[in-house]
């Protein structure tokens, strides 16, 4: 299941992703006009410190698709006011 939304405020993006599945399953992120790209918050399948990273500091994510692993939960974003 993934879920996306905003916060129209922040100027923030925001692509939930839940795989309760026992296998990998992957994700298409929404396209968008601006030039900003998903960047990765949170993966529960990443081993720890990389599962939650201090949004400031989330790494990019490389093309349009993500893969969440069995049983885990994904948080991407993009945008935001500093």
């Not at 299941?1 to 939930?16: K, S, T, V």
């Not at 795989?19 to 992120?29: K, Q, V």
């Not at 790494?59 to 049983?71: F, H, K, L």
């Amino acid at each position: 299941m993934a879920y996306c939304g905003e916060l129209r405020e922040e100027e923030l993006y925001y692509h939930l992703n839940l795989n309760a599945y026992r296998e990998p399953l992957d994700f298409e992120l929404p396209k968008s006009e601006d030039a900003d790209k998903w960047r990765r918050w949170i993966d529960t399948a990443l081993d720890s410190p990389a599962d939650i990273v201090p949004w400031q500091t989330a790494p990019v994510v490389a093309g349009d698709i993500y893969r969440a692993q069995g049983r885990s939960v994904v948080m991407l974003f993009k945008g935001g006011r500093e």
